[in-house]
Every structure is written in C-alpha cells, then in structure tokens.
C-alpha cells in the first residue's frame, strides 16, 4: 500500500511541476508552448487525484491559488526589513542632483552604474518565501506593518508558490540555489486594458468606479473575498529583497537575474546606466514608450547598482540615499466642467465636449493647460453619469484628446445638470439621428461642417466621377467661399478659378469641362454620390433597381407629394432585400430634411440629369416570393438575384400577399407559417423548373 500511495505522490508532484512550469511560461514569460485546453486538462487531472487523495494536498499545489474563505478582516504582518519609500524628483536639475549626492557621498569622481527601472504605477507588496515555498505575503502598509493579503496573492497567476528549480525553465542556474528565506518586493498592477474593464462592469451595476488603475489594482488585492481579487486579472513586476538567507548577492542587478532565474516576474525595460546621462536618456525613452506600454509607468527608479555602495551610503529617516523616483509629468488633473457642447465632426458625427476651468496636465512635451476633453458619445456620458457643474477627473495621454475618466461624486453639490445631446445639428441645425453609441447629423449635403467631405464623397470616382477635382480644390473653393454644396460646383465659371491661386487659363478650362461631363450620371451613382449615411454603392444599386428614378424615392412621403407618412415609408423601404432597419431610417432621415431636398433640386437646376432606371420585366412581374431553408444548388442571394430578374420581388416577411413560398433543406418557422396561409410552396426542384433551370 505503502509503495502504491509512494507512486501517487510521484505522479501528483510530477504534475504540479508541469503546471507550474507551462504557468511560468504564460504568465511570466508571456510565451506559453501548449494550449488553454491542454493546461486545463492537466489542472483537471491534479484537481481529480487530489480529490481522491486529499491527504496529498499542500498549500502550494496549483489548485489551491483560489478556494480560500472570505475573511473577517486582514490580519497584520510586520516587515523585517521595513518597506521604505524613495525620494521623489521631477525635474533634471533634481536628478542631477541626486547623481551628485551619490557621487559625493562615495567620494568618487567618476561615473556611477546604476540600475534604471520602469516606476510601475501599483501597490507594493512583500512576497515571503521559506525554502522555496511561498509562505505570507503583505500589503506595504505604513512601510513597517502591512496586511497579510497572502489568499489574495495567491491568486496572482505571475507569483510562483515555489521557486522554479526546473531545467526545462531554460534559466535554471546550477549554481543558484533556493535561499531558505527569500523576501521579494515588487508592485502589483493591473493592466490598463483590465482597469478599463473593471470599471466598465462596476458602471453597469451602478457601482463606484476606481479613478484609476493603481486604485483599482489595490481596491482588488484589499478584497476580503479572495475570490473577487481571483476574478481580476492582477500581475506583478519584482523589484527588489527584503530579508534574504542562504544566498548572497553583489549587485541589485544580479538579485534582480536571480529573481528572474526563481520564475519571478521582473520588467523587461530594466537597464543598467553609467552616469546621468545615460539616465536622462532611459528616462526619455522611457516616457516616450509610456501610451504603450500595456501598463501604467508613472516614471523611472534609479538605484545605485553595488550594494556594498548602497550600504556605504545609507539611509535618510524614511528614504534611502542610494535611489531616486524620477516621476513623469502627472497625465492626470481634476477640474469642474462649466458647460457640454457638441462638437459636429467632418462625418457629421456629433461629440459632445466638455467646456472646463483651465487645468495643468502634462505629458512629454511638458504641460499643457486643458479647458476642453471629449466625453465621447451619449451613451458614455450616461454611463458615467457626468452632468454640467460636475468636478471630474480628466485624462491626457500623448497625442490622444484630453478625455473625461470619471466623476468626483463626492464633490456634487446638487446643482449639477444632465446633458442630453441636441436634437439639431448645431451647424446646420438639421435633424440628429442616431447609429449605433453615434449621434449624426442628417444634413449631410448642405451642413457646413462637412461640406468639404460631402463634396469630395460626391465628385470621387466612383460617385459623380468629377476627373481633375482633387481635395485640394473642393478645400480651396470651400474655404475661399466659392462653393457651399455639391451643387454650387455646376454653377462654377472658369472666371471664378482664375481669380483664385495656382489657376491658370487651361486648368480652370478642363476642370468646367470635366464638371459638365459629369451631369449625366447614372442612377446608382447619383444615389450613391449624395452620401446618404449606410448608403454605399451595393445599398445604392439596389434602391435604383428597386425605385427607378430618385424621384421615385422621393415623394412617398411627406413633405414631398404627401404620400404614406412614416411608416409606410419605411416598411416599403424594408421591403426592398438588403435595406435593413437602420439604413431605412437613414434614408427617410436624409429625406425628410428639407436642407437636403434643396439641394437635390439645385442640382437639377443646373443640369444635372436624373436618369430613369428600367426595371428587369419577365415572366415573373408582379410576382412577390419569399426563402426558407437551405437551397443545395445555389446561395439565398443567388436565387433572390434569378427571380428578381424575371421581374419579381422579395417579400421581407411572411404575409398572404405572398406568391410563392421556396422552401429549402431545414426549413425554419415560415414554412409553417405559410402552411396555415395556404401559400404556394415550391420545392427547391420546382423552383428550378419555374426558372427554366
Ligand atoms: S524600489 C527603497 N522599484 O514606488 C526602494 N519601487 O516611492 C523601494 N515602485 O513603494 C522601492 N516601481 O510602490 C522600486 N521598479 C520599482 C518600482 C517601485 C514602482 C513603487 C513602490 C514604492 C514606490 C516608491
């Protein structure tokens, strides 16, 4: 019995060693070599041994990173080598100076090696590992006592619970052995993407959200329930030792290798510097690489790289002499928003802009003072509940607009308004429609804030076909007041062009020439050229196919010709296969604004000739069919296109008005639908013999 239980330890130890070696791969070295179903496979074999042998459990198995019970309160741990905190700087005069202290402090003239270091924007915690096994670990607290978060840090995927002494790591170092006691610092962070994430979820139960992602990194490891730090994707970069027993080490740049060589996670970016200069430039380097990194760097730490040196120079009260954080400019400042207003962009898309009191932020060019950041859309102002008089937190990060992260709620007085987007363009003051999180203006073609693109869409090759036009002359009659709409450009004269720049007597010739070849366009392209949002050249061809003329695309409604009214409208538009609802609305959006219309009519003013369309006539005219199932001979779409080109029609849903009933393999609910109707059902076979097929 004994020999057998001998075995099954043997297997059970083998298999936590591979588990934590393909964890080692795909959490610390982000480069996993076997697949998320394989890794999981092997966890279900440990999970289902030591479920039979339960005795065979120790607390370091990789099963036992979740599974611990909420608690009360977080006990306390005293550091044995307290966590101190560091000297700040944030300009290079600083820096310089501190290089000089350290110089002066050693008594040398010469260049320092230093150790340069990402300053990981997190919380710093202790890790304890007795003879290989990770043991306690530690919030930094008041950097002499801190909370004993050893559940929640279990459940850090990138903290080994042992010490890698694994060749197959491919670091393993024969001669570095496994300190009896190791006390690893590092900073627990959460990447920006999962920060995000976080408080998207939080914002859709109505919870607080976290400023930012140090906040949110150390709300999620202070959890009394391990299994919601569990639950958030939580990492670690080590930094440095407290305590350690067994081993000894000359340079922080050789602990940092050997905690590397452990299966510790370290930060790639770590450099060693000789001399300041170098160090300004890792600096630099480093902010630049800032907008990213996946994760927040607040700046730089410098460490004198000796640790005979270190200890030569000492301590401060609460900081030692031999490191420095060289911070970034904060990217960060808080601010009251005066007023929202709605930005109409190029495309017609409206985004509202909070209106700010000055606020300083920086970035690498220095600072810069901020009066205005972007809320986004609607809906974003709605999940952040940011209302006019608000005190709210905004962002800036390399080219990117200044952007509003969140309210301050504690700072609501009661005063503050809500804002709801303008239900005008206020350019144009057409009509706003909404697509998708976007509200769009719908006077695409007379809207001044994007005339210039309207125009450009219209004479463009595939549209309207204008040869010589470039978008340096439609921004150049835009802007010298030559033209206000698409329809102006026919009522262009060579005289108006040799007035202007860089025009002479033959350009301005050819380009009127080109403009007048243009009046004959066909009917797709016209429809096509006007722009109408969600109208692209398929949408285009299958409306002039469907209506014939734009014309007829026009009066079906009010104001032109007084016809069906809304609704009408839009379902004889949803009739037409492949006009689905949101390009429905679009169009009868586009036609309803009279800005619009005026246009159109400008347009046939000056000669622009809107030409008719022949409808396809065959011997299924007047004919309306409807598919259900799979057809084994040809695709949906190509049995549409056969009969609508023997004159028929599509039907978008079932009705008595239908003809025909084509009824494929696996036919959904329409098939019984047109049963109790009693259509007419035709098999696929029928089908093609009706087609003479
Ligand atoms: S070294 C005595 N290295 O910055 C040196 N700290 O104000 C102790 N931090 O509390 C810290 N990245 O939370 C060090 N690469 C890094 C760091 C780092 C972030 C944090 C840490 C520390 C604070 C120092």
């Known amino acids: 019995m004994k020999t057998k239980d001998n075995i099954i330890e043997k297997d059970i130890e083998k298999l936590r060693e591979e588990i934590n070696f393909h964890n080692y791969r795909y959490y610390v070295l982000d480069s996993p070599i076997i697949s998320d179903a394989e890794y999981d496979k092997l966890i279900r074999r440990l999970a289902e041994l030591e479920a039979k042998y339960p005795k065979l459990i120790t607390p370091d198995s990789p099963t036992q990173r979740v599974g611990a019970k909420p608690l009360e309160k977080f006990g306390t741990i005293k550091h044995t080598i307290p966590m101190l905190s560091i000297e700040n700087a944030f300009a290079v005069e600083e820096a310089k100076k501190f290089d000089a202290g350290v110089r002066k402090g050693l008594g040398i003239s010469h260049s320092v090696e230093y150790v340069a270091e990402p300053k990981i924007d997190g919380l710093a915690v202790e890790l304890v590992y007795e003879n290989g096994r990770f043991a306690i670990g530690s919030t930094r607290g008041d950097g002499y006592i801190g909370e004993d978060v050893t559940q929640n840090l279990k459940t850090i995927k990138s903290i080994p619970l042992c010490l890698i002494s694994n060749p197959q790591s491919g670091i393993h170092n024969p001669q570095l052995k496994i300190p009896s006691r190791l006390e690893v610092r590092g900073e627990v962070f959460l990447s920006i993407r999962a920060f995000k994430h976080i408080n998207r979820e939080l914002a859709d ?324 050229a006007l722009g109408i949002r969600q109208v692209g050249e398929h949408t285009a061809h299958v409306l002039a196919e469907e209506f014939g003329t734009l014309e007829a695309i026009l009066p079906l409604y009010p104001p032109h010709g007084g016809g069906q009214g809304e609704d009408a409208y839009k379902e004889r538009l949803l009739s037409v296969h492949d006009i689905g609802p949101e390009t429905a609305e679009s169009i009868y959006d586009f036609f309803q604004e009279m800005h619009n219309i005026k246009v159109i009519e400008k347009l046939k003013k000056a000669g622009v000739v809107f030409p008719q369309m022949k409808k396809a006539v065959g011997k299924l005219t007047g004919k309306t069919f409807i598919f259900t199932g799979t057809l084994s001979s040809f695709t949906r779409d190509e049995a549409k296109k056969l009969v609508e080109k023997q004159g028929a029609t599509i039907a978008p849903s079932i009705s008595k008005k239908i003809d025909y009933v084509v009824v494929g393999a696996e036919p959904g609910s329409k098939c019984d639908e047109a049963k109790r109707l009693r259509l007419k059902i035709l098999t696929e076979e029928e089908f093609r013999r009706m087609l003479g097929l």
């Not at 509940?385 to 009661?414: H, L, Y």
């Not at 009522?491 to 020439?513: Q, V």
């Open 205 to 528: 139960n109505g919870e607080a959200l976290f400023a930012n992602a140090r906040n949110a990194a150390a709300g999620s490891l202070r959890q009394l329930d391990p299994k919601i730090t569990a639950s958030r994707p939580l990492d670690i970069f080590c930094y440095g030792v407290g305590r350690v027993e067994g081993v000894k080490f000359k340079t922080h740049w050789e602990t940092l290798a050997a905690l590397k060589a452990y299966g510790l996670k370290t930060n790639p970016l770590i450099k060693i510097c000789n001399g300041s200069e170098e160090v300004m430039e890792y600096h630099k380097e480093i902010e630049r690489q800032r907008d990213n990194l996946p994760y927040g760097v607040d700046g730089i730490v410098i460490k004198v790289n000796g640790l005979g040196l270190q200890e030569k120079l000492g301590m401060r009260t609460r900081n030692p002499k031999w490191a420095l954080a060289y911070k970034f400019k904060a990217q960060e400042g808080t601010t009251r928003i005066k007023e929202i207003i709605a930005d109409v962009g190029r495309t017609g898309a409206l985004t509202p802009v909070a209106v700010m009191e000055p606020v300083e932020i920086g970035d690498i060019t220095g600072s810069v003072t901020i009066t205005r950041a972007t809320l986004h859309n609607q809906d974003e102002i709605d999940r952040k509940d940011v209302r006019v008089g608000d005190t709210v937190v905004v962002a800036r990060a390399g080219d990117v607009i200044p952007e509003v992260v969140m309210v301050i709620q504690e700072k609501r007085t009661g005063k503050e308004k809500t804002y709801t987007i303008h239900e005008e363009c206020p350019s144009c003051h057409s009509k706003v429609e909404k697509i998708g999180a976007i509200h769009y203006c719908t006077g695409g073609l007379s809207c001044p804030a994007q005339v210039k693109e309207t125009i450009k869409h219209f004479a463009s090759k595939r549209a309207m076909d204008i040869e010589g036009l470039g978008d340096k002359h439609i921004e150049q009659f835009v802007d010298d007041g030559l033209i206000k709409d698409v329809a102006d450009l026919y009522y262009l004269k060579k005289e108006n062009l040799l007035k202007l720049a860089r025009w002479a007597e033959k350009s301005a010739e050819n380009l009127i020439d080109a403009i007048g070849k243009s009046k004959h366009p066909t009917l797709p392209r016209l429809i096509y």
